[in-house]
T-cell receptor, first 114, second 114 residues
Framework: DSGVTQTPKHLITATGQRVTLRCSPRSGDLSVYWYQQSLDQGLQFLIQYYNGEERAKGNILERFSAQQFPDLHSELNLSSLELGDSALYFC?????????????FGPGTRLLVL | KNQVEQSPQSLIILEGKNCTLQCNYTVSPFSNLRWYKQDTGRGPVSLTIMTFSENTKSNGRYTATLDADTKQSSLHITASQLSDSASYICVVSGPMDSNYQLIWGAGTKLIIKP
């Protein structure tokens, strides 16, 4: 158990809909990362937050947005969903978000868009 | 272009045998290199991390080596066990700054057969 929690574990929705994925980092960690992993594909970095502020952005679509709240939990919002958005979405956290730190991953949210 | 390439893409070995996974990178400047283990459907877990000045790092039956001159790393698994079946991901970091780069490889899928 990494100490990172993600909800929900599974999510089934229809095309065109909007969903919100939630992540709580490890106690004491200030930085949160979001990743997308499609079936049998590698991890794709989406976005990173540090203490409420966006720090780095990867291959995140304009239909997707995220934020980190004052209590440090983070939410990833996916809108106008398409079939290709079906994937595992992982959240990770680290203490201060530098490249020297190990990221600790949550169990993921499995999203299925029908 | 900063890239991380891993080989082989997949590997099947018998339980008890040793194996070596390869990682070549073109990330420059380079800060550190990590190997993660990802069980199917689970979040990645850090195995080792090496800076440019380190040549080898062990974690139990896992030994990572790094040649910063040739930009190559390997992960050697000794006396494989069924629980070693997973994807192994090489991740290379750029310099430590507010917009650091973290380049993820596509992973090597390892299957251990009894």
């Amino acid at each position: 158990d990494s100490g990172v929690t993600q909800t929900p574990k599974h999510l089934i929705t229809a095309t065109g809909q909007r969903v919100t994925l939630r992540c709580s980092p490890r106690s004491g960690d200030l930085s949160v990362y979001w990743y997308q992993q499609s079936l049998d594909q590698g991890l794709q970095f989406l976005i990173q937050y540090y203490n409420g502020e966006e720090r780095a952005k990867g291959n995140i679509l304009e239909r997707f947005s995220a934020q980190q709240f004052p209590d440090l939990h983070s939410e990833l919002n996916l809108s106008s969903l398409e079939l290709g958005d079906s994937a595992l979405y992982f959240c990770a956290s680290s203490p201060t978000g530098t490249s020297q730190e190990t990221q600790y991953f949550g169990p993921g949210t499995r999203l299925l868009v029908l | 272009k900063n890239q991380v390439e891993q080989s082989p893409q997949s590997l099947i070995i018998l339980e008890g045998k040793n194996c070596t996974l390869q990682c070549n990178y073109t990330v420059s400047p380079f800060s550190n290199l990590r190997w993660y283990k990802q069980d199917t459907g689970r979040g990645p877990v850090s195995l080792t991390i090496m800076t440019f000045s380190e040549n080898t790092k062990s974690n139990g039956r896992y030994t990572a080596t790094l040649d910063a001159d040739t930009k190559q790393s390997s992960l050697h698994i000794t006396a494989s066990q069924l629980s070693d079946s997973a994807s192994y991901i090489c991740v290379v970091s750029g310099p430590m700054d507010s917009n650091y780069q973290l380049i993820w490889g596509a992973g090597t899928k390892l299957i251990i057969k009894p």
